[in-house]
């Protein structure tokens, strides 16, 4: 079975910018949930996801936000970037994401920059 | 609001060497608790899920204990091998909603040949 893809991998930005991330979960999977890692902050979570529906955000402002297709793939966008936004953006996905055996498993990642 | 902590921030150890990596949380109303492990540049992989109905799992070397009561996990490493220097972290679902993980920063393990 196909692990949780990310694309792209990398990604360079400048300032004001606008960017879009992809995710394609594990076949099966329903839950996507996308998460920021920095040095400083650590795993920071920023939304899930779930048949289409935003279901839980986190502490983020609106230059983030995301959608799920009817698939289950998952994107995520962030306007007007900045340069704290550089970080390595991970998606996970589970199962439904509420049991309290439900996994969660992740992709590698893209990793951003913004210049 | 829930608070995951790691101790320590970073370990070196000899090869062959058993560890404890510990973790604590401030909300004990968890449904379970993850730990997981981050190599150089790249994702997370899922070492151990503990419900919180249970007090530890077991995965080959590698087992991790739950107490709710006092907020701690522990992950206990036996005969420690190169291959498992890493990054490894804890996560609570956040209280009260068991879809948002809150994490702790990790434990920098580096096992020396």
């Known amino acids: 079975k196909a692990g949780v893809t990310q694309t792209p991998r990398y990604l360079i930005k400048t300032r004001g910018q606008q960017v879009t991330l992809s995710c394609s979960p594990i076949?099966?999977?329903?839950?996507v949930s996308w998460y920021q890692q920095t040095p400083g902050q650590g795993l920071q979570f920023l939304f899930e996801y779930f048949s289409e529906t935003q279901r839980n955000k986190g502490n983020f402002p609106g230059r983030f936000s995301g959608r799920q297709f009817s698939n289950s793939r998952s994107e995520m966008n962030v306007s007007t970037l900045e340069l704290g936004d550089s970080a390595l953006y991970l998606c996970a996905s589970s199962l439904d994401g509420g049991g309290a055996s439900d996994t969660q498993y992740f992709g590698p990642g893209t990793r951003l920059t913004v210049l | 609001k829930q608070e995951v902590t790691q101790i320590p921030a970073a370990l070196s150890v000899p090869e062959g060497e058993n560890l404890v990596l510990n973790c604590s949380f401030t909300d004990s109303a968890i449904y379970n608790l993850q730990w997981f492990r981050q190599d150089p540049g790249k994702g997370l992989t899922s070492l151990l899920l503990?419900?919180?109905s249970q007090r530890e799992q077991t995965s080959g070397r590698l087992n991790a204990s739950l107490d709710k009561s006092s907020g701690r996990s522990t992950l206990y490493i036996a005969a420690s091998q190169p291959g498992d220097s890493a990054t490894y972290l804890c996560a609570v679902p956040n209280a009260g909603n068991n879809r948002k993980l809150i994490w702790g920063l990790g434990t920098s393990l580096a096992v020396n040949p």
């Open positions: 076949s099966g999977h329903r839950s």
């Open positions: 503990i419900q919180s």
